[in-house]
């Protein structure tokens, strides 16, 4: 038995016309897929499949946390998930993303959601993964800080900065001043 065999949904011998089915993804899950945004998390989803003559509808819900590195100072951090999605898949000749609806070649009659399932969650992620306020690593929040440009050291001359920043080849553009069509 495969890793993932518990994902697997046999359409072609879907006798009901809906199913519903629900998983509890863990650590063990989240490291058996070997997935780029996390590894780690707890998240229940619920799947529920409609078979409309021939072209099933699944409609995925998951929530739950997710443990991912923190953007500023690359500690572990837990990020709440919760997401509604849909996906459309239909039987035919050859496997085919056609944007909207997944062919899944009649011959092999299954899918595995256990991708669909960590493609959903690592999209429902904020963009921006930083800790609270004061959370984050002390010590990576102070190398950040001196090694900022905006860093206020102590041998720091704004206006030896300020020269050094200028590029003397730009320096004739300042000169130019844009005429104003009335």
């Known amino acids: 038995m495969g890793r993932f065999d518990k994902f697997r949904i046999d359409l072609k011998g879907m006798k ?18 070997d997935g780029q945004e996390f590894q780690k998390g707890n998240v229940n989803a619920v799947v529920e499949v409609k078979n409309n003559r021939g072209v099933f509808d ?3 819900s998951v929530s739950g946390t997710v443990v991912v590195p923190c953007d500023r100072c690359l500690d572990e951090m837990e990020v709440d998930v919760e997401a509604q999605n849909t996906l459309r898949v239909k039987l035919g ?46 010590d990576m929040s102070n190398k950040l800080k ?25 320096d004739g553009l300042k000169n130019i001043q844009i005429e104003e069509d009335n």
């Open 146 to 170: 001196r090694h900022s440009c905006n860093a206020a050291d102590d041998d720091f001359d704004a206006d030896v900065h300020a020269e050094r920043e200028t590029d003397p080849r730009w």
């Open 16 to 33: 009901q016309s809906s199913l519903q089915m629900e998983y509890n993804l863990d650590n063990g899950f989240f490291g058996d897929i």
């Open 58 to 60: 699944f409609m995925f």
């Open 93 to 138: 000749e050859e496997y085919a993303d056609e944007g909207d609806v997944v062919v899944i070649p009649e011959s092999e009659g299954d899918i595995n959601l256990a991708w669909y399932l960590y493609e959903f969650i690592a999209l429902a992620l904020p963009t921006k993964r930083i800790h609270a306020p004061g959370k984050c690593n002390v």
